[in-house]
C-alpha cells in the first residue's frame, strides 16, 4: 500500500511541475519581453491604422483601429516555428544594417501612411519609424510581409 501511496503523490508532483504557458491580455507586460511590434498610421485616406505586439510566450496582441479586416483587440498564439520564420524575415532584410528612420531628413508627403516597425532578438533592439517615402525596398518588402502574416493568424476577440 505504501508504494501506491508514493507513486501517486510522483504523479501528482510531476502534473503540478508542468505548468502549461500563461497569457495575459489585461497586463501585457507579464508576457516576456516584446519580440516585434508593428504599428501603421493613417494617411488622409482609407489606409488601414492598426498595431500588433508579438510577445516572447507567442501571444500575439492586434488592436485594429481603421480600416482594417478586424476592428478591435484581437489575439493569436504564434508558434516557435512562426517567430523563427519571423526572425529570418527580419536577418534577410537586414534589419540591423537599416537606418532609425525614413526618410533620414524630416521632409515626407504629410498624407502618405506611416509604418513604426520594432525588432528585439534577445541580443540587440531596433526601432525602425517608415514615413513611406525614400523607403529601401528590403524594409518596404519585410513590412509587406509582417503585414500579411498578421492578417492570415487565427485572431480570436479579446472580448473587451
Not at 11 to 25: A, D, I, M, V, W
Not at 83 to 96: H, R, S
Not at 97 to 105: A, N, R, T, V, W
Amino acid at each position: 500500500m505504501p508504494l501506491r501511496v508514493f507513486i501517486f503523490f510522483l504523479l501528482l508532483f510531476y502534473g503540478s511541475s508542468c505548468k502549461p504557458t500563461q497569457y495575459n491580455l489585461n497586463q501585457p507586460d507579464k508576457n516576456g519581453r516584446v519580440i516585434m511590434r508593428m504599428e501603421r498610421t493613417a494617411c488622409f485616406g482609407s489606409c488601414p491604422v492598426f498595431d500588433a505586439t508579438l510577445y516572447e510566450n507567442g501571444l500575439l496582441i492586434y488592436n485594429g483601429k481603421r480600416f482594417t479586416y478586424s476592428l478591435g483587440c484581437h489575439y493569436a498564439i504564434i508558434s516557435k516555428d512562426q517567430v523563427k520564420k519571423l526572425q529570418a524575415w527580419f536577418a534577410d532584410a537586414n534589419f540591423w544594417d537599416l537606418k532609425d528612420k525614413y526618410p533620414e531628413e524630416d521632409i515626407a508627403p504629410t498624407d502618405l501612411p506611416g509604418c513604426v516597425i520594432f525588432f528585439n532578438n534577445g541580443k540587440q533592439q531596433k526601432n525602425i519609424l517608415d514615413r513611406g517615402w525614400k523607403t529601401p525596398k528590403t524594409l518596404t518588402e519585410l513590412e509587406s510581409k509582417v503585414d500579411t502574416w498578421i492578417s492570415i493568424q487565427n485572431l480570436q476577440s479579446c472580448g473587451k
